[in-house]
C-alpha cells in the first residue's frame, strides 16, 4: 500500500522517517507529497492535504504538522471509507477525513516507539508516525493493534471559513506558491464573477492568466477550485507584500 508523506519538516527529517517506514516494511511505496508546508501552519496542512489526498488510491497518507509536538496532544489513526490517515490531533486530517466518511478512530500509544527503539520529545515523525504508517501498509493490524486505543472524537477545523456580505469578503490567503500566486479559501461558488480589489489594486476575475497583458493583475479559479490572487508572469505575493499563508484579508467586491 502507498504511503504518502506531507509535512513541515523540510530536509534530512522527511528521510529519516522513511528510512523508518522502510525498515519495518520494505515493501511499502512512499510518495512525498511536500515538506514544505509553512511551519506550524496546520491550516495550510490541512488544505493541502484536502487537495491532494483525492488523486490517489486508497493509501496511507501520514500528514505530520505539528507545533506541540510531545505535548498533551494525541498522535491518532482515522480510518475512513476510503483512505486512512496519520497524524497529530491538532485538525489537521479532519477535512480530509471528514470528506471521506470517518469509521473509526484511535489514539496512538507512543510505546509504538519501541518499534524504532527510542522515543524523541521532538520528532515524533520519526518515532510515532513513521512505524504505525508502516504497520497499516503492511496491513499487519494484529500487532498494531498493541498500541491504539479506540476514541470518538477528534479535533476539528474548517478550512472554507470565509465571511461574505454584497460588497466585501473576507477570506484567508492559505497558501503562497512558487510562482507567487495568492491561494485563498473562498471557494469557486461563492466567488463574485467581476473580481475584486484589495489594497487600492483591482483584480478582475479572468480565466486565464493570458486573458490580461504581462505584469498586470487578476483573479481567477485555480487547481484548488478556489479564488486566487495572481499577475501574470509576475507575483502578487511581491506585488502585496505578503510572503505567506494563514493571514486573513478582506476582498472589496469590484462594482
Known amino acids: 500500500m502507498i504511503v504518502t508523506l506531507l509535512t513541515d519538516f523540510g530536509d534530512f527529517y522527511p528521510g529519516v522517517m522513511k528510512g523508518v517506514i522502510l525498515r519495518i516494511n520494505p515493501e511499502a511505496r512512499i510518495v512525498d507529497i511536500t515538506h514544505s508546508i509553512e511551519p506550524h501552519n496546520i491550516l495550510q496542512g ?36 476510503s483512505s ?55 496491513e499487519k493490524m494484529d500487532l498494531l493493534s498493541e498500541y491504539l486505543v479506540e476514541t470518538t472524537k477528534m479535533k476539528e477545523i474548517e478550512i472554507f471559513d470565509c465571511k461574505i456580505d454584497r460588497e466585501t469578503v473576507r477570506c484567508k490567503v492559505v497558501y503562497v506558491d512558487r510562482f507567487g500566486n495568492l491561494v485563498t479559501n473562498l471557494k469557486r461558488e461563492y466567488v463574485d464573477a467581476k473580481g475584486y480589489s484589495f489594497a487600492g489594486i483591482k483584480f478582475p476575475l479572468k480565466r486565464t492568466y493570458s486573458d490580461v497583458s504581462e505584469g498586470d493583475p487578476l483573479s481567477l479559479i485555480g487547481s484548488f477550485n478556489t479564488l486566487e490572487l495572481s499577475v501574470r508572469n509576475g507575483s502578487a505575493a511581491e506585488m502585496l507584500g505578503i510572503k505567506k499563508g494563514g493571514i486573513e484579508i478582506e476582498l472589496e467586491v469590484i462594482k
Open 84 to 138: 486512512i490517515f496519520v497524524a497529530p490531533d491538532n485538525g489537521i486530517c479532519f477535512p480530509s477525513a471528514r470528506e471521506c466518511g470517518i469509521k473509526k478512530i484511535f489514539k496512538i500509544k507512543e510505546a509504538i516507539s519501541e518499534l524504532v527503539g527510542e522515543l524523541s520529545s521532538t520528532f515524533h515523525g520519526r518515532d510515532v508516525f513513521a512505524p504505525t504508517a508502516a504497520l497499516l501498509a503492511a
Open 46 to 81: 490541512a488544505f493541502l492535504l484536502y487537495h491532494s489526498y483525492r488523486y490517489f488510491p486508497s493509501s496511507v497518507h501520514v500528514a505530520v504538522v505539528d507545533p506541540t509536538v510531545g505535548g498533551k496532544r494525541d498522535a491518532i489513526v482515522v480510518f475512513t471509507e
